[in-house]
């Protein structure tokens, strides 16, 4: 196994301090003391506390769509697959992760350009997603409640039970099937 690199050691130093104690005591000098590296060698990979916060927002958006892919090859191949990865990877985000992607979202509200590669990202996932889709709309229902779901994790505002949306998860999926599969009938029947 190689060595860390010093940027991927001073990447998981700031999502550490994140997830311990919130992202507003991320500071530059909090980051180099937590990752043994000079504040010289910090600014190196990262010249402003802004450039660290979209390479963590980056970082993130990379792990969701890793475990999105992850999802994706353990389902059986068919018109939703696409759609019950993404609501099931949404659900599957780890305490820690959301700790991470929620103190990333409250920082950002000072920079919210910090989100256009994110928001770029999204949207060609749901255009993968939504490809060949017949009714966009009623997927969509699907893939913003899943989104929903996820980002009240990541803000840690959600009052239900794990019990209860483990059901509201199990009834989205249930939806994407059987919505998929009204979509293929009418497709077929009309050929």
């Not at 311990?20 to 990262?46: N, P």
């Not at 506390?49 to 390479?55: N, T, V, Y």
């Not at 969509?140 to 994790?153: F, G, N, P, T, Y």
Request: with cysteine.
């Amino acid at each position: 196994m190689a060595p860390k690199s010093a940027r991927e050691s001073i990447l998981e130093a700031a999502e550490a301090i994140v997830v311990e104690q919130g992202a507003s005591f991320m500071t530059m000098d909090a980051v180099a003391a937590r990752a043994g590296v000079s504040k010289g060698g910090l600014i190196y990979h990262f010249p402003s506390q802004e450039s660290l916060m979209g390479a963590l927002i980056e970082r993130f958006t990379e792990q969701c769509a890793s475990r999105r892919e992850e999802v994706h090859d353990t389902l059986p191949a068919g018109p939703a697959r696409e759609l019950v990865a993404y609501i099931l990877a949404r659900a599957d985000t780890s305490p820690a992760a959301c700790k991470v992607g929620g103190g990333m979202l409250a920082a950002v509200m000072r920079a919210p350009h910090l989100l256009e590669a994110t928001q770029s990202e999204w949207l060609q996932t749901v255009e993968r997603i939504m490809g060949g889709v017949k009714n966009r709309e009623r997927m969509m229902v699907l893939l913003l409640a899943a989104d929903c779901i996820w980002l009240s994790k990541l803000l840690g505002w959600q009052g239900l039970k794990d019990e209860e949306l483990h059901r509201i998860r199990a009834e989205i999926v249930k939806l994407a099937y059987e919505w998929s599969e009204d979509a293929r009938g009418k497709e077929n029947s009309t050929v």
